[in-house]
């Protein structure tokens, strides 16, 4: 079974179910049976939404933390705990369990990707 289109609500093809799924509806894609001769649309919809925070890093994963122009105080506390500055990032990086010692958790970038 292949499939030809994956289409985004509110694309030609996406009406009909958009009216009947609304705001839930993630894609409508249109998969092909050659063997069979048949074409089957599927539909993607989100049934539940909660809260999900992502475990926390090992503590010796280098984090990056963000640190704003006149913040002397905070950024000697990070030199001082091992943190190096990044310069093509514009932040800091530093051991996941210092930035936690230090209390920056509220100040960590997530890492690209």
Do not use: H, N
Request: some cysteine; hydrophobic content about 40%; glycine content about 8%.
């Amino acid at each position: 079974m292949s499939i030809r289109a994956t289409l985004r609500p509110g694309q030609r093809g996406t009406k009909q179910w958009q009216a009947i799924y609304g705001d839930k509806l993630v894609c409508v894609r249109y998969r092909y049976d050659a063997g069979r001769w048949r074409r089957f649309t599927t539909v993607e919809v989100i049934v539940a939404d909660a809260l999900w925070l992502p475990s926390p890093p090992r503590p010796e994963t280098m984090v990056g933390v963000k640190v704003e122009w006149g913040e002397v105080d905070v950024a000697r506390a990070i030199k001082a705990a091992g943190g190096r500055w990044d310069s093509s990032l514009r932040l800091w990086k530093l051991r996941y369990d210092q930035a936690l010692a230090l209390d920056l958790l509220a100040r960590l970038v997530p890492p690209e990707g």
